[in-house]
């Protein structure tokens, strides 16, 4: 059998996190630390530290709350407002061809964070699901997170 290494994985495997993540990226000081791309009065924009593919980002509410539909309708539309922006982003920094696109209520649902809404928003290009997920059961994420935090911060200023 062959391996190949991801040490970054060992700190979400071996990290015991206390708090929301979402909420505390909100008093970081630093943004870039966090991976915070954005935010508006009711949402945010912050790369998934344990993407699915290369440039995955995740967009929730200010407001901690785990239900879509108590949801006020001004913070719907700061979720989409940055949900469009994420998009445009990531066309012009990472060229995907399509995206995954979607949300997850709820433990049963697949939601790592059940008590904070948030739309995760994937880029997809043709060819990058290949035998690595299905024979290796390993995903292999082409750059860094840094490196591609600095494009999407870069590409959000163009747009």
């Keep these: 059998m062959k391996r190949i290494w991801a040490p970054w994985r060992f ?7 206390t708090g929301c993540f ?6 970081a000081g630093d943004p870039a630390k966090v991976l915070l791309l954005a935010r508006n009065r009711h949402a945010l924009m912050i790369m998934n530290r344990y993407p699915y593919n290369s440039g995955h980002v995740m967009i929730a509410t200010r407001r901690h709350i ?7 309708a001004s913070e719907i539309k700061a979720l989409d407002d940055l949900l ?3 998009i445009k982003a990531l066309k ?4 995907p061809q399509g995206f995954n696109i979607g949300i997850n209520q709820g433990a049963v649902a697949g939601a790592g964070v059940i008590d904070h809404i948030h739309i995760h928003c994937v880029p997809r290009w043709t060819g990058d699901t290949n035998y690595m997920p299905v024979i290796g059961d390993t995903k292999v994420v082409s ?9 999407l911060i870069q590409a959000l200023k163009k747009i």
Excluded at 11 to 17: D, H, R, V
Excluded at 143 to 151: A, F, G, Q, V
């Design 11 to 17: 700190e979400y495997l071996g990290s015991a996190q």
């Design 22 to 27: 979402f909420c505390q990226s909100l008093e």
């Design 66 to 72: 785990g239900h879509y539909d108590k949801l006020r």
């Design 84 to 86: 469009i922006r994420a």
């Design 92 to 95: 012009l920094a990472l060229k």
């Design 143 to 151: 750059d860094s997170l840094e490196n591609t935090y600095t494009m």
